[in-house]
């Protein structure tokens, strides 16, 4: 997908979904970062619809627990509309690391 693509909305969240609200859930769960999920989540999905990814990183350096996180999502075509497809959350994985910060 490429930027004009992505400003045409082809991708979106479901805002209203249950597995929306696990998601954000999950993120303010891990993330330390100050800035609200509604404000990342362009950049989230722009940044998988670039790499051709259906998940992102949270990296240990903006993690509560100093380990990387990636949360995973099913992107599946809009019931409503073939032209949209939209970011499903599915579940987060966690790497333990090693060089944990004191």
Known sequence: MNQLEFNKNQLQMDYFSDSYRKFEEDF??????????????????LAMAKSQKSY????????????????????????DNNLVRLCC???????????RPK
């Open 28 to 45: 303010y769960r891990y993330s330390a970062l100050d800035i609200p999920l509604t404000f990342l989540t362009d950049d989230i999905m």
């Open 56 to 79: 992102f990183k949270l990296n240990k350096e903006n993690a509560k627990d100093y380990q990387d996180h990636d949360f995973m999502f099913n992107v599946e075509p809009s019931r």
């Open 89 to 99: 959350y599915d579940s987060t994985m966690t790497h333990i690391s090693k060089n």
